[in-house]
């Protein structure tokens, strides 16, 4: 497992603009603020820009005080943090969009107010940092600890509704089981269900077919599974469906191994590179040697995005 230091690789020929944290960047960060927030009772929250709230006004974050962390989970590209138990109980559920920065400070920790900067030109505080004018929500525990969220381009969402409602909260109903570790025979039968005129790509990036999944890991996917992105995703063979179900697995692994993929915006709550850029078969790598038979990647645009493929090995 690599150490995430965050080394960063220098030279990408293609940035997609559009990124967003996918699965693994999200779960990487679940994983490392799970043992901070589990256990800590909320004393207040702060929110400093009421139009990342979506679905409640901003006074009814107060319903979070008093309430002790019972956990994060996660459901595709979302967090869903816990807070209470029984019927009092409610999720905070974070959406990153595409610059959003958790960072947790703990009690008497000094802030280093050190940035580094990133490709896309904005700064990542280099651990706990003092709240800036990007940083738009503030939990704050009654050990003195504080959950910070920080967004300069202010695309993230936040959410709020007892537990047992949140799967019914538009943006989570729509979405499909989440990707990781989803059974093979599961996905053999949603594809049967979305699979139709639309590309194999087209499908992966559906949320509604499965959650978590964005265009680093569905290039990476197709071409673990050798499969061209761009190919009509009815014309796929039950067998090579079955090699897209694990190969969708080992792409998400394979990112959750290595941390995360930094390109643009995408940290850990320490400020740390996440280091999958390092172990990328296709994506950014347009006009490179493939890495398995030396053949040039194609790149183009595929369901709307920035697609690359080996014309070989994916043919």
Known sequence: MATCLGKGRKGADHVDFGWMPELPEVETIRRRLLPDLEGRVVRRVLLSLPRLLEGCAPDELARLEGLRCAGIERHGKYLLARFGEGSPAHA???????????????????????????????????????????????IVFQDGGELLFRDPRTFGRLLLAPVDAVAELPRLA????????????????????????????????????????????ADEACHEALIRPGVRSSTLTAARVGKLACAVQAALLRGLDNCGTTFR???????????????????????????????????????????????RCQA
Request: proline share 5%.
């Open 174 to 217: 729509r979405l499909g089981p989440d990707a990781l570790g989803i059974a093979e025979s599961v996905f053999r039968s949603r594809w049967k269900e979305f699979r139709g005129a639309r590309s194999v790509k087209a499908i992966l990036l559906d949320q509604g077919f499965l959650a978590g999944i964005g265009n680093i890991y």
């Open 92 to 138: 905070l559920v974070i959406h990153l969009g595409m610059s959003g920065q958790l960072t947790w400070k703990g009690a008497g920790e000094p802030v280093v107010d050190r940035f580094r900067r990133l490709p896309s030109g904005l700064a990542a505080p280099l651990g706990a940092h003092s709240v800036d004018r990007h940083t738009h929500l503030r």
């Open 265 to 311: 915006d995408f940290v850990h709550p320490d400020g740390s590179h996440g280091e999958n850029q390092e172990d990328l078969r296709v994506y950014a790598r347009g006009g490179k040697p493939c890495l398995s038979c030396g053949t040039t990647l194609r790149k183009g645009v595929v369901a709307g995005r920035g697609t690359v493929w080996c014309p």
